[in-house]
């Protein structure tokens, strides 16, 4: 791999090398850029990854560490913040993409135009994407033959036009697909293969999925699953232009006199502070770290004229309904999810609220979190009931799952902890979040749904789980939001900072609304957006090659 | 050589399996905790906590990972073996927590041992199915 010295002065610093930094990486440098990738975390291989469920679910193996880097948690601006982790995200090369269920939804042609369609939702930043679907539809399609996509084009009654169909077949579908097709089309439904970023044949010198079952959470042993790690990254570091540097944790973003970007302030594996200069920056580290490092990098915040860096963060909405049946599943052997539908994905005025929400079939527990939180309410806590429960549903359970809207909110935020510090000496991020009424009531609505489904489908007992319980964020979406005009947004269309000509952030933050989450398409789609942008237009940004 | 990898495995289980002392466990601690995680997960119509070697998960995880919770055990141990009056105390859910890790998680942590709690749960551990992977699936198939 080809290396850089800290003096030397690089095209483009990538902060992050997860869904968004990976592509950028990759096309910067296939483009003729030198480029430095920072990544906080190390960089695994598939030697590496194993399927030991304590270090993954409850040791953080390959997402961020709450002792060293601690989130702290409100629901409003009245409160103390307390640490919790509220956040989670991948933290090493590859990010989320290593360890993500592989879920890759595009948004519908709807979602960028949601504010014109429905109208103003009071107290929310409710509002129109400066691009359409159009727009971003050659850039999906790109991610999906670039990475490895399994699944149905032109299936989904409910998608976009596409330009062209997924680069591989789908997956073959489990039991839990096999009975929610069955509830579902009972009900005049319109169940559809699951998109995945897995491989379920052979594809660019990556094998096929071998069905191992430990996709959600865990890095794959096979490189089967289509993360950044595996896919595009190596073809960055072959160009012979892009250096990855793990362990690298980045504490600011360094302006020159004219405000421009130039270069990156880090921590390296030894806590030794160093500066990479560069001619430009790209900030892909996430919803919740691209706004926290802005806002560290100058008092007010980089960027930040607007004064709506860190403002809107939207959470990863979704209710579980779970189903018991009668024969054996054996759900822990496969992929998460083979079938999804969007039949209630629109939102609908005559519901009352606005929202609506993708379904998905799947059963995402592995054994000590389904002892744990899987099993329904009144099942005994302990002794042969609780042992008995245990052996006859581990098996025989499924759950659907909705990804539903979340409403971009002002208030909830990211700003910095006034206290709290990670293990760095830097502010934690804190965390302001309440739900809104129509989100809740939404998740709600969709659950009804799946109970239907479920009791179409013969299940012999069902069980929710209460949307307002909380649970980590892991789409991290919203808090440098797109927009036309630098007073009401962070990011042009493009994602190029409005305030800073060399500075971009590219990941879920520049997200107007959340769409019907499973964001991780749609990041991608955006990243290889900026990049073609950057690289057709290299001399009007002032940047040789 | 496949023999010889035979015996070392044969070798290494034998060693989980007869470990003779605890790391941080006090004897006393140790036969309550056998007692109670038994009485949480049974060894009934087939082995439970105990086959599954859970107290030595246990004093391996307060020994390393969840040291900080080694406090907790011996004052939550005070008010005895006796599940029923466990249950009631704030402690109930770290031991079940831990039971629950002991039986079910990876056997390299020292409990699962025998991979009974995966057996329990119906679960086979291996890198490659092919499908069909369940009754319906499978059903499916066959139409």
């Known amino acids: 791999m080809k290396t850089y010295s800290t003096r030397e002065t690089v095209d483009f610093v990538v902060i992050g090398s997860g869904a968004a930094g990976g592509v950028m990486a990759k096309e910067l440098s296939a483009a003729g850029f030198s480029v430095v990738v920072l990544e906080q975390g190390p960089w695994l291989k598939e030697k590496d990854f194993d399927h030991d469920e304590l270090a993954h679910c409850f040791h953080s193996k390959l997402t961020n560490d709450q002792a060293k880097q601690p989130y702290t948690f409100r629901k409003d601006d009245s409160e103390t913040a307390a640490p919790v982790r509220a956040i989670e995200y991948g933290r090493g090369v590859g990010g989320g993409t290593v360890h993500f269920t592989g879920n890759y939804w595009r948004f519908h042609e709807s979602d960028f135009r949601e504010r014109s369609l429905f109208g103003e939702i009071a107290g929310t930043g409710f509002a129109d994407w400066p691009i359409s679907y159009a727009d971003l539809e050659p850039y999906y399609t790109k991610a999906e033959w670039e990475l490895g996509i399994s699944g149905a084009g032109g299936v989904n009654p409910f998608e976009g036009p596409r330009s062209k169909n997924y680069s591989l077949p789908p997956m073959p579908v489990k039991s839990s697909g096999v009975l929610f097709e069955r509830g579902a089309r009972k009900l005049g439904l319109h169940p559809y293969p699951a998109p995945v970023a897995i491989l379920s044949q052979p594809y660019n010198g990556r094998g096929a999925c071998t069905h191992c079952g430990f996709c959600e959470s865990f890095g794959c042993e096979t490189r089967a699953k289509s993360s950044t790690l595996v896919s595009v990254i190596p073809v960055a570091v072959k160009t012979g232009r892009c250096e990855i540097r793990p362990g690298s944790y980045v504490r600011k973003i360094s302006v020159d006199k004219q405000g421009r970007a130039n270069g990156v ?32 990098s100058k008092p007010g915040g980089l960027a930040n004229s607007s004064g709506l860096v860190g403002k809107y963060l939207m959470w990863d909405n979704g209710g579980v309904v779970h189903g018991l049946f009668e024969h054996p599943l054996n759900e822990y052997k496969g992929i998460q999810v083979t079938r999804v539908l969007h039949d209630f994905y629109r939102s609908d005025p005559k519901r009352g609220f606005y929202g609506g929400g993708g379904i998905d079939a799947r059963f995402d527990y592995t054994p000590i979190r389904f002892a744990l939180e899987g099993m329904p309410e009144d099942t005994p806590k302990w002794g042969a009931g609780f042992k008995k429960s245990l052996g006859e549903m581990f098996n025989r359970t499924m759950m659907l799952l909705s990804h539903s809207t979340s409403l971009p909110q002002a208030k909830n935020s990211v700003t910095l902890d006034p206290t709290v510090k990670d293990a760095w000496g830097l502010p934690a991020a804190r965390i302001t979040f309440a739900q809104h009424p129509d989100d809740l009531q939404t998740m709600r609505w969709l659950q009804d749904r799946q109970q239907e ?53 590219v990941d879920g933050s520049n997200f107007v609304t959340s769409a019907r989450q499973q964001p991780t398409a749609t990041i991608q789609a955006l990243a290889y957006r900026a990049a073609d942008h950057i690289v057709r237009n290299r001399s009007l940004l002032h940047l040789k090659v | ?113 025998g991979n009974v709690g995966w057996k329990h749960i119906g679960m086979d551990h291996r890198m490659a199915w092919l499908p069909p992977f369940g009754y319906y699936d499978g059903e499916a198939s066959k139409k």
């Open chain 1, 453 to 505: 489904i479920f009791e179409a489908a013969g299940a012999l007992r069902t069980w929710r789980v209460p949307v307002d319980i909380f649970y980590a964020n892991r789409h991290l979406m919203g808090t440098c939001r797109m927009g036309v005009d630098a007073r009401t947004s962070v990011v042009n269309p493009f994602s190029r900072a409005h305030d800073v000509s060399n500075l971009w952030m």
């Open chain 2, 1 to 113: 050589m496949l023999g010889q990898i035979a015996l070392a495995l044969e070798h290494a289980h034998h060693a989980v399996q007869t470990k003779p002392g605890f790391s941080v466990l006090t004897p006393e601690m140790a036969a309550k905790l056998e007692a109670l995680t038994s009485a949480i997960i049974p060894s009934d119509d087939g082995p439970g906590a105990r086959e599954a070697g859970v107290v030595y998960f246990i004093d391996r995880a307060l020994a390393t990972f969840d040291a900080s919770k080694l406090e907790e055990y011996r004052t939550g141990l005070t008010a005895g073996g006796d599940i029923a009056v466990i249950e009631k105390t704030p402690f109930f859910e770290t031991l079940r927590t831990h039971t629950i890790m002991g039986f079910l998680g990876s056997p390299s942590y020292g409990g699962n041992r």
């Open chain 1, 265 to 296: 302030i880090y921590f390296d594996g030894r806590k030794r502070e160093q500066m990479q200069k560069a001619r430009a920056v790209v900030l892909c580290a996430n919803g919740a770290e691209t706004p926290r490092l802005l806002l560290q």
